[in-house]
Structures are given as C-alpha cells and as structure tokens.
C-alpha cells in the first residue's frame, strides 16, 4: 500500500473519530483513575475490601441482610483483587471504571436531550468534585449510579426507539442496581413520583414530543431480558446457588436498613446536609437545582422527566436521617443535566445571552475541576472537607509500609500474634490482613494482653499498660477525626530492635514495688460504689495502677475506692492530671476537684488542669466499680514537659 492510500486511510477513520466525546471521556478517566492509590482507605473501603477477602478464601459471598448492602460489588472486588493484587488500586478500580463508564451514558443521551446538552452535561459530570472524589472509593455508590444511568438511558430510548437495547438497557440497569444497593426501593419509589408529576402536569403543559418509531421487539424479547436479569439477581444474592437464604435476604434488608435509616445510627445528620455539600462543593449542581424549575414549561419529555426525578430524590435523601456524603453522586446528576439543556437552550436561541452563560458554566465548571483536582491530588485526606467522611489519616499508611518492609526482610513476622484493641478498627483488618494470628477486641479491656503487635486506641491505653509485662517499642499517630482520633502501635521489643532500635520510643512494663514506710498512697476498698461506712480493706500502694475482670476484681461489685496522699511539686506552674476509669472516678487537689470522670462508662480519660505552688498538696482520689470490667489509673504533665506517672519520691502517705 502506498504512503498516500495509509494517508487517506488514516483521515478517513480520524475523520469518523467523536472527538468531542473522546476528550470529555479522556478528561474525567484521567481525574479518576490517575493515582488511585493517593489517599489512605476510609472505614467502610476497609469494610468491603475485607469481604472481597472472604471471598478469596470462601469462594463466594454469604450475603447478610444485615449489612444491606448488595453482593455485586464485593466479587468485582474480588476481580479486580485477583487480577492486580490486593492494594488500594485494585479496591478501587470497579468504581473508577464505572464512573468513566456513567460518563459515556450521560453522553449518549444526545438523542434524548439534544446533542448539545448531553455533550456539555458529560463534560460537567466529568470534573464535578463530587462525582470525582466518590468515583475515587472503594464504595457501592459508583456502580448504582452507573447501572441508574443505564435504567434512565433505556427508559428514554424505549419511549423513543423502541428497541431491543433499550430493554435491555432497563433490565439490566435495573438487576444492577438491586444487585448493587437496597435504596434502589428509594429510586424506584422517586421514579414512580416523577411518573406521576409528569402525568398530571402534562395535561397543563405538555412536553414536547420527541420523534417516536414502531416497536422493534417483541414478547419473547421481553421474556428474554427479565429472566436473564432475574437470574442475574438471583445467583449472585445466592451466592452461585450455595446460599440460597440470601433470596430472602433481598427483602429482609428493606426492614434492617429501615431501622438503620431512621434512627441514624451515629449517622443522622439534618434535613439540609446534602444542600450544605451543594454550596460547598458542586455550585453547578445547586445552579441546575435551581433551574429545574424550567421543566414547568414545555420542554423535551426526558428533560422534565429527569426535572421531576432529580427534585424528588433530592428531597427523598434529605428527609432520612442518616446521611453519608457519598449519597450526593444520585443528587448531582439530574441537575446537571438540566442545567446543560438551558444553557445549550439560550446558546441556541439568544446568541448574546449564550455565550454569557456558556462562560460561565465554563468558568465555574473550571473551578470545580481545580477543586476536584485539589480534593484527590494536593490534598486527599483533609479531615476537614466535609466530603472526607470517616476518612484514615496518611500515617497508618506508613505503619502499613513500616510492617510490609519488616516482613519482606523476615517474613516470619506474617505469623507472629498480633492483638488489635479498637472501638472501630476499619481499615486496619483490610490494611493488615496479611497477619495470620490476629484478634480483634472492641476495647483495652477486653483485648489487654502481651503480643508481639499491638493496636491500642490512644484513649484507652490506660488499662493496657498496666498489665504488660513485656518491653515495647511504641508509635502513636493520628489514625482519624472520629472516634478517639489517635493510635498507639507497639511492636514487642525483642523481636523487633533489630528494625526499630533508635527509630521509635521505647515503653518499659510498670514496675509496682512494695510501698516503704510513708510511701505512696492509702488505698481504701468500700463495699458500696457511694464510699459509705466505713473500708473492708486498707492497704499502703505504691502507684495508683490497676486492673481487673470478672475473675479478679478486688472485691464484688459494685464497690467503691478511695486513694489518699500527699504529692509534691517541684516547680511552680500549670500542672495537668489524667484520671482513667471503667467506671466512674474524680480527683481532687486541696479539697478542689480537678478532674470529673464520675458515671458508669466503659474505660476513658479525662484530664484537667491546676495552678499549683512548690511544695507538698494533699491528693485525692476516688473510684467506683458498678461491674464488668474494671481499671483506674492517672498520672501527670508537668509545665514544659511531657506526660508521665508520678515518680515515686513526690509521694507520701498524707500525715493526718
């Protein structure tokens, strides 16, 4: 072939290219699937990674009502796991991928809502923050949104072209979306509302009506197309048909999650989160919020129908309780595609008016594609973006990397015990599912023991330490902005100097000797937890450190302590004191409460600060045990210098 037929050839095929389309796809693959592995996985990634985890080892998911969520999701997981390795890439592939693959469904409405604003309506899906930042997680949220678009596409061309695509465009857009999440009842209901506007408001303002062909399918194709998606839907929930409860779990999980919706669960958030995020982030959404009110009037039947739609899962979202920001990727839409079709509208029949406003849809559209690109690139995981939901701190990546670099260069470490002691641990089981011999315990209290790892949340190392009896070295970080916030690590000392010596600090197990005459504090026991009477038991100790369980709790509960001396101070100064409890406990300094953590709670500390002149002060402290466990410890900061148990010689048993 001669260079000048390659030539023609070449044209020819560039010539037949949808650049357009091309770039508007190039553009939001690029802002989705570039650096996947940037920010840390937040707590329900770590959720589901762990389930595709199961299902390498089990060899299908067993669905639980319980968790509501559907199965779909957890074998793409486990796809994209066997396929690249287990890492965030590979968690978060399925979601990036579909949605690249919503944006090319929002671009082939053209023949629904014109050309123009389908195209304009992709390119803004493309950059919204939103739908960038949510497409970039491990989560459910992606792949409904992509398979609602798919039911919308198929809706819109069974109106028009009647064909055998567009059903199964239904169908399948249908089985994914209940194979994905069980607030498809919630976008099923909003679609039947839209169905509904649209009806009765037809008959005062007709839309106008798109060209509309004969039917170009017949009974068997209907047939063909629900029963493949029933099966869809049923082998995937019974788990390749080897379990078939989960069926019945379809229909459990509406009561479960009902519940959860409701009450919120330490999620309920008020009626105007979701505008709050609007304002905040997608300002072209909020612009097309507004403007839905143009379908009022006549205008292209999918047009009004996505008008209506877009209004009522709005307010359906808004109205429930519990509130998660991802739910914002079904709300975005609609609106943008509104705001696509007025803006391609004015541009169309007000030249002046249209190039104004495609400005500034462009100028806008270019600052939240600066602020899409600000919230996964520059700065992934600031807690404080509302968009940033139950997010892990950067630091437990480079424990992560720590521990992998460890094992690589001795991979005995993979099988060492290793006890995780956290009220929420997610992501750490995903994160460190390598460990063979781990345990999970939701508290210090009920996990406290020697191991040659241990996870501790901050706030409750208080009865960890007191019952090690091995040396450690320690990390603490910040692990994330809720529930407790920060992470202590140990790594038994023996097994690890040889990686850790002069890197990290080192804890020594507390040494408790025998107090000397007028050492330490007088510890007296109550058998009441209101300090009433007179003690069943009176002894001299050297450091308020204990802790118990039900086998060796110090005397039956409830019952009360009380521990009295006098302590000196060696400089003038600010002083903070820590008090830990399971249960309640307080201290006072001169007869002046310093710290309060009276109540029946499980373990937690509480501190609180004291000017106090040189010299010696008379302490006192006093705890209570309603029953369970059981722990009370305290210590000190000095002025200028870091926390510590106070030494032994600042104490003396109060002279009375």
């Given at each position: 072939?001669?260079?000048?037929k ?38 329900d ?30 074998y ?12 965030l ?51 459910h ?108 779990g ?21 009626f105007?989160?979701?505008?709050r ?34 209004l ?73 973006e ?58 210090a ?29 320690y ?28 890197e ?38 050297l ?87 059981g ?26």
């Amino acid at each position: 072939m001669s260079f000048r037929k390659i030539n023609e050839t070449l044209q020819r095929a560039f010539s037949r290219i949808n650049w357009p389309m091309v770039i508007i796809l190039s553009l939001g693959a690029l802002l989705r699937l570039l650096f996947l592995d940037l920010k840390p996985p937040h707590s329900d990634e770590g959720v589901d990674g762990s389930f595709a985890n199961q299902i390498a080892s089990a060899g299908f998911f067993e669905y639980d009502p319980k968790n509501f969520h559907g199965p779909l999701h957890y074998y793409l997981l486990f796809f994209f796991r066997l396929f690249l390795g287990e890492s965030l890439g590979s968690l978060r592939m399925s979601s990036a991928l579909f949605g690249v693959a919503s944006i090319f469904i929002v671009l082939r409405l053209a023949p629904f809502i014109g050309r123009r604003a389908a195209y304009l309506g992709g390119l803004l899906f493309a950059v919204s923050p939103g739908l960038v930042f949510f497409s970039r997680s491990g989560i459910h949220e992606s792949g409904f949104l992509f398979f609602s678009l798919l039911a919308f596409y198929g809706y819109f061309r069974l109106r028009q072209l009647k064909d055998k695509p567009a059903l199964w465009g239904v169908g399948l857009g249908a089985a994914g979306m209940i194979l994905m999440k069980e607030v498809y009842i919630i976008h099923l209901f909003c679609f039947f509302c839209a169905f509904l506007a649209m009806f009765f408001w037809g008959k005062i303002s007709p839309t106008k009506q798109n060209v509309r062909a004969g039917l170009k399918f017949n009974g068997r194709d209907i047939l063909v197309v629900s029963l493949t998606s029933f099966f869809l839907i049923v082998l995937f929930y019974s788990a390749f048909f080897l379990h078939w409860k989960g069926i019945i779990g379809i229909f459990q999980s509406f009561f479960e999650w009902t519940k959860t919706g409701v009450e919120g669960k330490g999620h309920g958030k008020p009626f105007v989160y979701f505008f709050r995020l609007f304002w905040e982030y997608e300002w072209l959404s909020l612009i097309g919020l507004v403007l839905v009110f143009r379908v009022f009037w006549p205008v292209p039947r999918p047009v009004r129908f996505l008008g209506f739609y877009g209004l009522f899962i709005f307010l359906a979202y808004s109205l429930i309780p519990y509130k998660t920001p991802w739910c914002i990727m079904q709300m975005i839409w609609p609106p943008l595609v509104i705001l696509a079709y007025v803006v391609s509208e004015i541009s169309h029949h007000y030249r002046k008016i249209g190039w104004f406003a495609v400005l500034s849809v462009f100028l806008i559209g270019s600052l939240e594609t600066a602020k899409a690109v600000q919230l996964n690139f520059v700065d992934p995981s600031n807690p404080k973006e509302p968009y940033n939901y139950v997010q892990t701190m950067r630091p437990i990546m480079d424990v992560h990397a720590r521990i992998r670099d460890m094992i690589q260069k001795d991979p005995r470490i993979k099988y060492v015990p290793v006890v995780v002691m956290m009220e929420n641990s997610w992501p750490v089981p995903w994160l460190f599912s390598f460990f063979t011999n781990a345990g999970y315990y939701g508290s210090a209290m009920k996990g406290r023991r020697d191991a040659a790892i241990l996870f501790c949340d901050s706030a409750e190392r208080g009865p960890l330490e007191v019952v090690l009896k091995e040396k450690y070295f320690y990390e603490q970080i910040l692990f994330r902005e809720f529930y407790g916030g920060e992470l202590r690590i140990y790594y038994q000392y023996d097994l690890f100097k040889d990686f850790l010596e002069d890197e990290l600090p080192v804890f020594e197990p507390l040494e408790i000797p025998l107090p000397g005459p007028g050492e330490g504090y007088i510890q007296r026991i109550y058998d009441n937890a209101e300090w009433q009477g007179k003690p069943v038991f009176e002894r001299n100790v050297l450091r308020i450190q204990q802790s118990w369980d039900n086998r060796d709790r110090p005397w039956p509960a409830p019952f009360g302590m009380i521990f009295e001396s006098e302590i000196y101070v060696p400089e003038e100064g600010e002083y903070e004191f820590f008090l830990a409890s399971d249960d309640g406990s307080d201290l006072e300094i001169a007869k002046e409460k310093v710290v309060d953590n009276l109540g029946a709670h499980p373990e937690r500390i509480v501190s609180g600060e004291k000017f106090l002149k040189k010299g010696w002060h008379p302490l006192k402290i006093r705890y209570n045990d309603i029953g369970g466990g059981g722990m009370i410890r305290y210590w000190w900061k000095p002025p200028g210098k870091k926390e510590e148990d106070l030494p032994v010689e600042y104490t003396r048993v109060r002279e009375v």
